[in-house]
């Protein structure tokens, strides 16, 4: 189920009113609705899959007892091992078979020996990634004795199963979203305007920025060998604005409809485009993500207190497994590769932590010096999308190499598809303009519109809300699936 479709538009308000004035008597009955819901909402894309988030689910929650009952060393290290096998396993099954497959024979093939491999027709379930990683981080919490098990398995369900996060996170750690699930909650007004608030401007983004930016994109990646190098730049700044508006978006509204029903889930965007540096990007970028691969991978392998290789080793390993989690393909890996790249100097000269506030706080305009740090980094991120969106690796080089080439300073020239019908419209550039505008006046809320217009008449601040009303449903086109549902 989509949070862009009519079946959620439908689906929020009826779970919203059982939840509140049917099942707020008894917290118990309450998480246990949200299962209920939870399975609903993820059976309605296929219900096939329902019994693996369950089998998943009980899997760590019997680990987690497990852990708590015993202080025996060596069986504690084989129960870690077995949530890690069954969850890694069932995700690497899913989502990588085929592509380990593939590459092995294509290797033997390099090598003069040609074998034939069978490939299995896999559907990959939606937001395995997310709820593989959220179970996985309660067990080694459990393990590392952060965190005392839970007992209780209708909570830990419910914590797993969270229809709001449940299919493109944010990826929540145990330690912040399962004690909510414990305590008894009351309808807060204020947080549910809130709330109500967050989800508008993620509707704005998915809807009026990603969705009309991924049309343009779409055609020019689509098409990249007939166009010249100026458009391909413009194809891949609508694609950075597109998986930007996409994912935040996602977010917003998953942030947004969690605290409808009194949850407060994690940041997982932060303005990452008005980053000075990318070190400071991957701080604002896919939070949840980030902070998880920093505190299970990253961490454990020494981060950054060894020696100088032991420091590139574990960039690269970072950045490699987050490319590699991202999807079954080289692209990944090489974006992941690429943007090691682009933080290894950072970190060896010991800058990799030089912009921990917002860019120009409490100023309306920033500096030359920062506008000049966002320019760079926003290009060199925009160069790494590329490889990102593109199918293959010959692609990816080949767009380049159109860019570099002469046509890059040619005026970028509308194209036409079969219809006849052109995709270049120049409203997209005042739909982008005010959003940069909004972004950057609402950069130090968590999101763009937390505060913005609180300080006019509210005539002037409900004409804002239903001005972004209007553009929701004036520029929605053809209904698209969030980038993320694929990872």
Same mark, same amino acid.
């Given at each position: 189920m989509l949070f862009n479709s009519i079946e959620f538009a439908l689906f929020l308000p009826v779970v919203f009113i059982l939840y509140w004035f049917v099942t707020n008597k008894n917290v118990r009955f309450q998480n246990f609705f949200l299962i209920v819901a939870s399975y609903f909402f993820y059976g309605w894309w296929d219900w096939r899959f329902l019994a693996l988030i369950a089998f998943s689910s009980s899997v760590d929650y019997l680990v987690g007892i497990s852990l708590s009952n015993t202080d025996n060393q060596?069986?504690?290290k084989l129960l870690l091992y077995t949530s890690i096998f069954v969850n890694i396993g069932l995700l690497g099954f899913f989502k990588y078979f085929n592509f380990f497959a593939e590459s092995f024979a294509d290797a033997f093939t390099l090598l003069g020996n040609p074998i034939e491999t069978s490939r299995l027709n896999i559907i990959l379930p939606v937001g395995i990634s997310f709820y593989t990683f959220q179970t996985l981080s309660y067990s080694i919490d459990v393990y590392r004795?952060?965190?005392a098990p839970t007992r209780d398995i209708i909570s830990f369900f419910a914590f797993?199963? +969270? +229809?709001?996060?449940?299919v493109a996170g944010p990826i929540e750690r145990a330690t912040n979203l399962l004690p909510q699930f414990y305590k008894k909650r009351s309808f807060n007004y204020q947080n549910a305007v809130d709330g109500l608030r967050q989800i508008l401007w993620g509707l704005f983004k998915k809807i009026v920025i990603a969705d009309n930016c991924a049309d343009l994109a779409n055609q020019v990646f689509n098409n990249y060998t007939e166009l010249n190098g100026s458009m391909l730049v413009l194809g891949a700044i609508f694609f950075t604005f597109q998986i930007y508006g996409d994912f935040s978006g996602y977010s917003d509204i998953a942030i947004g409809t969690a605290r409808l029903f009194g949850f407060n889930l994690m940041q997982n965007?932060? +303005?990452p485009y008005f980053s000075r540096d990318i070190a400071e990007f991957w701080r604002r970028w896919h939070i949840s993500l980030s902070t998880? +691969?920093?505190?299970y991978v990253y961490i454990p392998l020494g981060g950054s207190r060894g020696g100088t290789w032991m420091q590139i080793r574990n960039v690269f390993i970072i950045f490699l497994v987050s490319g590699f989690w991202h999807g079954a393909n080289w692209t990944f890996l090489a974006w992941g590769f690429l943007n090691a790249c682009y933080f290894l100097p950072l970190l060896l000269t010991k800058n990799n932590r030089n912009h921990l506030d917002t860019v120009a706080q409490g100023k309306i305009v920033p500096s030359l010096k920062e506008i000049i740090q966002i320019a760079i980094t926003f290009a060199i991120t925009v160069v790494a999308w590329i490889f990102f969106r593109a199918e293959t690796m010959t692609d990816a080089f080949g767009?380049?190499?159109q860019i570099c080439s002469s046509s890059?300073?040619?005026k970028p020239y509308i194209i036409k598809e079969k219809t006849g019908t052109h995709i270049f419209p120049k409203t997209i550039y005042a739909l982008l303009f005010i959003f940069l505008i909004i972004e950057w006046f609402g950069?130090?809320?968590k999101y763009a519109i937390e505060k913005l217009g609180f300080t006019w008449k509210p005539s002037f601040r409900y004409a804002f809300y239903y001005a972004i009303i209007f553009m929701i449903f004036w520029f929605s086109g053809k209904q698209q699936e969030f980038i993320y549902f694929q990872f």
């Open positions: 060596q069986k504690r004795r952060k965190l797993v199963s +969270f +229809f709001p996060q449940l965007f932060n +303005f998880w +691969f920093r505190d767009y380049i190499g890059l300073f040619e950069r130090e809320q």
